[in-house]
């Protein structure tokens, strides 16, 4: 079965295709580091990492890139209250970020672009939108001439007419800002300095860059002028996605991206999430109350990606209750694969790895030749769980397989303690629980018996660093699965590693 996403650019599900075959270029816009993640920020990073993770169990290669924006008025507003720089704030948000993404069980994107760091992308875009006619300045400022992209609204379906109508109330004309722009939807591409402000030198003088240049320059600086996903929140379709398509496409002539992907909010009993309701929750604030990070992993995939998510108490305690359910069927083989007789290796390494003979339909749905061997028949991806994820990453109908799994392990491991014996031989619950595994791993969900994950695993610091050293030197030939590998594999023995601009911390969990 094809796989089908909701394209927000046309409003309608359509296969997915790939600009060069077999490799997916995917761009999520990023968190803004001023202060602590939230759960707004929680569901859409954990979404995005299971859509990456998917893509790449179905067969593609996937360079995901995440920016993070690092120059903005409230960083610089943190940074006056804290008597602190712009630096320092940044840096310290993004450390936090890695770390409250770590306990969620996050991967690592390829990249991390930061705004600060992309400059020269930056001014040469709108070197070229001004030298296109799309841009002009303004004592200092660079403006964007929005009437000029004649397709500008075609992502977010708003047209200019019916936004000007709608703000002839709330524009202010004393404002010197609206007084500089040649019409009022006209946006900052660049920001003439002012008094205590970090700034760079440019041919308009010094400033800083205006937000939706940013994403625009960092996507074709590490991804190039056509992307196939653009990913981010519901609340950034417009104005912020909307520009970068008019910023982009009228310097390139090319789509910016194949498929708009967007993820619905988070709400907190039924109301929008904000610091003035006192319903504001950060993923540390959480955690730190001790939910478990793979509730939350649950909690977001229990719904669909593109809707609103309530969260509650109830809520959370629904998807606790759940994940002991997946969490039993994870250990099953953990706990009872001894009695059962199976092989050691099949206990310590369950995730199942093509090496055996594949099967009708199998090829087709992962992408890989007809002849690609696969030692385990996984009826239910080819008859449940990928069809249910392929129709617009129908997540929560690939969970109903897992608990379906998880349910019938924990029933025969209650008759395995009370009577010595299983009702389903043994070969086929081996291949159920490493099927469970293997599926569950797709969206992040893993459980590791506590008596099997020491502190350590025996690693002295020594180890530790060296195994840190091998994955910089794989990141920096750009093998990023090596990379990803022995991160996980330090995070498997009780080792979180935390990467900034200063290079990578370490602490045992």
């Known amino acids: 079965m094809t796989l089908t996403l909701y394209n927000t650019l046309t409003r309608r599900q359509e296969p997915f295709t790939t600009v060069e075959p077999g490799k997916v ?50 960083i610089l507003r943190r940074a006056r209250e804290e008597q602190s720089t712009m630096e320092a704030v940044a840096d310290r948000y993004i450390q936090a970020y890695f770390e409250d993404m770590g306990r969620l069980g996050i991967k690592e994107a390829d990249e991390y672009p930061r705004a600060t760091h992309t400059m020269n992308g930056i001014q040469r875009l709108i070197h070229e939108l001004e030298h296109k006619g799309f841009a002009y300045p303004a004592d200092g400022d660079v403006y964007y001439s929005v009437r000029h992209f004649g397709e500008y609204g075609k992502l977010s379906g708003r047209k200019l007419d019916d936004l000007q109508a709608g703000a002839s109330d709330r524009v202010n004309v004393e ?172 206990v310590s390494n369950p995730i199942l790895r093509p090496s055996g003979q594949i099967f009708d339909g199998q090829a087709e749905l992962l992408g890989w030749p007809q002849d690609t061997p696969y030692d385990t028949r996984f009826d239910n991806i080819t008859n449940l769980f990928c069809p249910s994820i392929n129709k617009d990453f129908n997540f929560p109908g690939g969970l109903a397989v897992l608990f379906e799994m998880a349910k ?42 506590e008596a099997e994950n020491p502190v350590n695993d025996g690693l002295s610091d020594g180890e530790i660093e060296d195994l840190i050293q091998k994955r910089q030197e794989a990141r920096k030939a750009k093998n990023f699965s090596e990379g990803d590998r022995i991160r996980d594999e330090l995070l498997a023995k009780g080792v979180t590693l935390i990467d900034s601009r200063e290079g990578t911390r370490w602490h045992r969990n």
């Open 25 to 74: 270029k995917m761009y999520y816009c990023g968190v803004t580091v001023y202060d602590y993640c939230h759960l707004g920020h929680a569901r859409a990073c954990i979404i995005w990492d299971v859509v990456r993770r998917y893509l790449q169990f179905i067969g593609y290669e996937v360079r995901y890139i995440q920016n993070f924006t690092d120059i903005d008025d409230k």
């Open 175 to 346: 404002d010197p800002e609206y007084q500089k722009k040649k019409d009022p939807f006209d946006f900052a591409l660049w920001k003439a300095a002012k008094p205590g402000e970090p700034a760079w030198e440019s041919p308009w003088g010094a400033g800083r860059p205006g937000w939706h240049i940013e994403c625009s320059a960092m996507v074709r600086d590490r991804l190039g002028d056509t992307i196939d996903i653009h990913a981010g929140g519901a609340d950034l379709i417009f104005p912020h996605h909307e520009n970068e398509i008019a910023q982009s496409e009228a310097v390139t002539g090319k789509p910016l991206a194949t498929y708009w992907l967007h993820n619905g909010m988070v709400k907190v009993d039924g109301e929008k999430m904000s610091k003035s309701l006192g319903n504001f929750i950060t993923i540390r604030e959480l955690l730190d109350r001790g939910v478990d990070p793979m509730a939350v992993r649950l909690f977001v995939l229990m719904a669909q990606y593109r809707k609103p998510i309530d969260f509650t108490d109830d809520a959370i305690a629904a998807a606790t209750n759940g994940w002991h359910t997946l969490r039993e069927g994870l250990l099953f083989g953990y706990q009872y694969g001894e009695k059962l007789g199976w092989p050691l290796d099949k």
């Open 408 to 449: 019938e392990l924990r029933h025969e491991g209650n008759i395995l303690t009370h009577e010595g014996r299983t009702e389903i031989p043994s070969d086929e619950l081996l291949k159920t629980w490493q099927t469970l595994v293997t599926l569950a791993d797709v969206l992040g969900l893993t459980a590791q018996p």
